[in-house]
């Protein structure tokens, strides 16, 4: 089982629509998260961390449930230009060089 | 607004050759990584430094090596450059998180370059 793991997609949505992706990890001591998204063939750029008790940011919001070892990210009023890979982000605070990427997972707007 | 400058965007050397890519940032971060990516993989760490003339190996240092002489620079070196190590390579940095020791990374969030597309022939 790969220790960070999403769902590639692609995800193919109307403009306007409501999105929603999750990501799970395997390790419980894990303690920070992040989603950063990365434009096609551009470099990965941090969108939010995510906090222990969700958090929002614009029409991003944020959520962790440590229970079930998932973080997930929900767009609202989806536009043309949140077309991007979404990756997720899992580390151990007190381990080196363990931060976590998953493999992503694509979004698609459509007009 | 953190700067992570990459020597090369785009980069083709052949094989056995020593291949350097150099990595700058301006926001005085004590971390400094170096990942390569492709398709279906995700980012892969190969190293990782914490501070000046310190580093760790990541989850796929074989065939690379890396120097860090001055907190700003992180260079990653493929030795003897291989096909398999044709890639995208992305250098990162970030703050370590105040009160950490020195062999702990930070969990404050990375910011990348823009990444060297290496393609060895």
């Known amino acids: 089982r790969k220790e960070v793991e999403q769902d590639p997609g692609p995800f193919n949505v109307p403009e306007g629509a409501t999105v929603a992706f999750n990501c799970t990890y395997s390790?419980?001591?894990?303690?920070?998260f992040f989603w950063y998204r990365q434009d096609c063939r551009k470099e990965p750029k941090l969108l939010m961390s995510?906090?222990?008790s969700g958090n929002e940011d614009g029409r991003f919001t944020a959520q962790l449930n440590r229970a079930s070892q998932y973080i997930s990210l929900l767009i609202r009023d989806s536009k043309l230009s949140d077309s991007a890979t979404y990756l997720c982000?899992?580390?151990?605070?007190?381990?080196?060089?363990?931060?976590?990427f998953g493999s992503g997972t694509r979004l698609s707007i459509r007009p | 607004d953190v700067k992570v400058t990459q020597s090369s965007r785009y980069l083709v050397k052949r094989t056995g050759e020593k291949v350097f890519l150099e990595c700058v940032q301006d926001?005085?971060?004590?971390?400094m990584f170096w990942y390569r990516q492709d398709p279906g993989l995700g980012l892969r760490l190969i190293y990782f430094?914490?501070?000046?003339?310190?580093?760790e190996k990541g989850d796929i240092p074989e065939g690379y090596s890396v120097s860090r002489e001055k907190k700003e620079r992180f260079s990653l070196i493929l030795e003897s450059a291989s096909t398999n190590q044709t890639s995208m390579y992305l250098c990162?940095?970030?703050?370590?998180?105040?009160?950490?020791?020195?062999?702990?990374?930070?969990?404050?969030?990375?910011?990348f370059g823009d990444g060297t597309r290496l393609s060895i022939l």
């Open positions: 995510v906090y222990s």
């Open positions: 990162a940095s970030s703050r370590k998180r105040p009160g950490q020791g020195d062999s702990t990374y930070s969990n404050q969030p990375q910011h």
């Open positions: 390790n419980s001591a894990s303690q920070s």
């Open positions: 430094s914490y501070d000046v003339k310190m580093k």
């Open positions: 982000v899992v580390s151990l605070y007190s381990s080196a060089s363990k931060i976590i």
């Open positions: 926001m005085d971060h004590e971390n």
